[in-house]
């Protein structure tokens, strides 16, 4: 199996649009899965050149489980919204580099409002949004997203708050509006992770049990918290390291009483300290 630390190697030489900090984020929630003994098959509408799939392939044991991919590639007169250019050459000539086998892949080439249960399955754990990016396209994948998922399952949608592609919000609120049982429960570096309703607390017991406030402290990641859609949304942000460091420095004189009198001080010499966003 690769480890996510190959994956980052591999990914920075593959076009594409998928954040490392998002794929951090994707891991951790995948581990959490995998703590709670969940394991399925894992899906992703909208592959390009395979910088999100590599990822999700170390999700899956090839032996037991399936990573289901789905793009139109050649047919890119069927992209109605200029989202990517998938290549399903290059997408298994980056796939086979870095597994070294196709074990596991299967490769579905059509439009995704054709998906069927059939081509899904219903035993997913892990569904990525991140094909066509029109209201209806997200909307629709919604929709077999739902049917593919386990109860457990989570499902990615790229760019919500992308104002390059409003009909990604379109469709998503469109569905979270009709699909009551779902809530938006994370959004991280330009993905939002949807979990049934019923899971929510579930999830935040895993998150206790496996550390997330190290993981958090580790990568920089800091959380607002807001309601969306009735639930607790949580915002993931990175601190610069720089940030970081302050952060952690005035957390640690905060302490002492001596600075609570002297930070006046300094700050009235050094104004631009206030500025600086931790
Ligand atoms: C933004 S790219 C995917 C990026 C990829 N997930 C990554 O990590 O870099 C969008 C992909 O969706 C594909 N696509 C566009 N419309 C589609 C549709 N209706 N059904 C399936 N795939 C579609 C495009 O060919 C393109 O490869």
Redesign the pocket.
Known sequence: MKSFEEYLNISKA?????DQDAARIFYFLNNLQREEGLFGNIF??????????LLLGIFIDPKKHKLIV????DQ?E????N?????KEIFKKNYLKFFNSDGGLQIIE????ELSVGDTSNSCIFF?I????SAD?TYNDLLTAKNALLNEGIIAV??YFNAGFPGVSEGVCRFLIENEDFVPWIYCFNKLIIIKKTEVNNYKEMLVKNDFENFCKDNNYFINQMKFFENDLMIFRKRSSLNSILFNISNKLKKYRLFKKVAPFILKIFPFIRKIKV
Do not use: M, T, Y
Not at 70 to 73: A, G, H, P, T, V
Not at 78 to 81: A, E, G
Not at 83 to 87: P, T, W
Not at 130 to 133: E, I, W
């Open positions: 593959i076009n594409g649009w998928f992703e509408i909208g592959v390009h050149h395979g910088k999100s799939a789905n793009d139109i590639f890119q069927l992209n109605i919204s989202s990517g250019l998938g290549s059509k439009p995704s409002r990525s991140d094909g066509g990016h396209e790229d760019d």
